[in-house]
């Protein structure tokens, strides 16, 4: 393959072996050029320096696109597919890309961890899956089936495990407005329900971090109908500890403290 701009890493996918690669693009302040994530196909051109993103440059004619674009100057940098078992059956052979972000540490270009769910070569989701970090250069699976991730820029080595809910439970009731509710209960052990109200359906996000901003379980992140929604979450891989559990819907964002005690 050629027309790459500055493939960084490569997976190859567990089942089908198709190869995939991350692509960073310019370092030039305000270029225009995106990080890409490329399906790779022996003998294809994929269009540097004429072409990058979808359809920009100045000539595109015969080249393959990328299938996923990703902020410009995010540094899309480690790339594998998860393939243990610890998370959900949903997460399995899901792509997970490490965005390193720019040289100047700004904070919102990067510093993050996406999934990427595919339907085949293509793309069918991207989403953030943990925030947090300062420089994440690379990603893997490791023998106990948790992700890792390693930070440039802090020189830790991150553990992510699947925290864990047991289930997420909708009722009929219509509300008239957003609501996040204090856990219940709280102080608690091992596990506690999160309720919340959505007055309008929408794409939800509802994400556990420590009180240092690291994300440590991700409870929902789906598109969910309007209704009220209890969610009972596992905390008995978590040490104790203030934490802090956010909800994202639309314009709508809040967050609220709970008390982990073994």
Known sequence: ARGL??????????????????DNGRDVPASGVPE????IVDGRDYGWP?????????????????????QEHSSADGICFYTGNQFPSEYKNNLFISLYGDN?????????????????????????????????????????????VA???TGIIYRIIYAGITDVERTDRLPSSYRLEQNYPNPFNMSTTIRFDLPYANFVRLRVFELLGREVALLVNDQ???????VRFDASNLPSG?????????????????????
């Open 242 to 262: 203030i934490y802090l559990y956010r909800i994202e819907a639309a314009s709508y964002i809040e967050t609220k403290r709970m008390l982990l005690i073994k």
């Open 50 to 70: 004429a072409c990058w993103g979808n359809g920009g440059g100045t000539n595109c004619t015969g080249t393959l696109p990328p299938i996923a674009i990703f």
């Open 224 to 230: 969910l109908p309007a209704g009220s929604y209890t």
């Open 104 to 148: 100047a540490g700004t904070p919102t270009i990067g510093r993050k961890v996406m999934r990427v769910e595919l339907q085949d070569t293509a793309v069918a989701r991207v989403s953030e899956f943990a925030t947090g970090f300062l420089h994440p250069l690379d990603v893997t699976t490791g023998p106990d089936d948790a992700l890792y």
């Open 5 to 22: 701009r500055n493939p960084y890493d490569i997976a190859f996918h567990p089942v089908t072996g198709k190869l995939f690669a991350t």
């Open 151 to 153: 930070d440039f820029g």
């Open 36 to 39: 890409e994530l490329n399906y």
